[in-house]
């Protein structure tokens, strides 16, 4: 379809890229910072090590100063916890300073900073002491660490994002981090779903109170989910992935309700997260400002029968087409793999008007402005010389933003967009084998290097993205 209506994206359209805390800063024991869940897990497989990262610590301003000539409007951050609260109760000055000094080098720069509170990384003493998000003692640690943010922070920020992934935290326990063994995983799943809503309402409804001038959304990782076959079973297991993996948790906090299909299936299991008539009353009027979504694949559903065995979802962590297995819950759904679609290395298919259909739906649904906080190809870089040809990553991305063009032409209310990600990161499944960025980190996982910063073919290609505010 030709673009009739949209010739160019909106003028305050924001333009972005994205990192988060772990994932590149480095200095991990640095300034008072404590451990972080992530930090605990270093060494527990060959990629996994948050001791240095890119250094983004010591190099944030070579680093701004490439978010500048990338011609930035936003960048998306997150805080590090336990740089703030090393323990989890006890203020940290200069965990606070580091980022006073960041977000200080980015409004000098003109680019507005959209930080994330909480991605993946609460402190190792708080899971130590009472499992994390397991409990709901982490309520109140949490929300004095978001007003910490608001407070500090909140002269300069605009935008925040309350959760990264909360579904997928919960969908990949063992992956992300902070599960609790020994405990039945839907148990644990939907305990920590409840304890993560209610800390979510919260700091939503803090950040409205204390800085009514600033948005607030929580943030999602979405795939459109296609029925196997228009057989009819194929269709409701679609729906029962949909309502289990997206609508939980933002029926909850956009509508102020329990998906009743969740709550039965809980039921059936014999297990208890009813909310309590207190807790739904704190469920209304949240009134988050957007929802924003992280999009990478898309994914299919097939009916599966009650009698067929329990799969936990898995990744390809070898890097090898084809190694994908499928996850299976019996009742709901299992996933298969989609005909149609090019996969990356990693197994995630490669879906943009999937894309499209995710803003669609969002948007019927929940009638809310959209963000895209993350959407990138994990792939092989190779550094030639001082280049990096990766083609494959413009040809992903470049066919994604056409379809977000096509979603605005449809009526979808988008007001920002943030690649995943600005520089190379260290994967959360992958280390440095699978690379994100716009701008290269020569290390590898085995050799640090010098960590030298060089851009990629697609920093230039999104430069010219951004400067004609079209494609
Ligand atoms: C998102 C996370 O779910 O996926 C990021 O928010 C992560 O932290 C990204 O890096 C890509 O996943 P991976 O495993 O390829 O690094």
Redesign the pocket.
Known sequence: MEHKYLNKFPDDFLWGAAT?AF?VEGAYDVDGKGISIQDAKNGSNKFHDTSVTADHYHRYQEDIKLMKELGLKSYRLSIAWTRIYPDGKTKNQKGIDFYNRILDELIKNDIKPLVTIY??DHPQCLQDAYGGWYSREIIDDFVRFARTCFEEFGDRVHYWLTI??QN?VVLYPK?IGGFLDGVDSEKWRFEVHHVMTIANARVIKLCHKLLPDSKIGPCV?YSAIYPKTCKPEDMLAALNQEDFRFNYPLDLLCFGRQNKLVKRYLEERGIDVVLSDEELLEMQGVNPDFIAF?Y?QSAVAEFCPLQEEEKQPE?NLEGKKGNMSFSQFPGLYQEASNPYLERSD?D?EIDPIGFRIAFRKLYDRYQLPLMVT?N?L?AYDTLEGNEVHDQYRIDYLEKHILQMKEAINDGVEIIAYYP??FMD??????GYS?R?GFVYVDRSDEDIKELKRYKKDSFYWYQKIITANNI
């Open positions: 988060a994932q991605h993946f990264c992934e997928n992956l990782g992280n990478y990744f990693w995630w993350e990138g994990g995943w990600s990161v260290l994967s959360t499944s992958n699978k994100y």
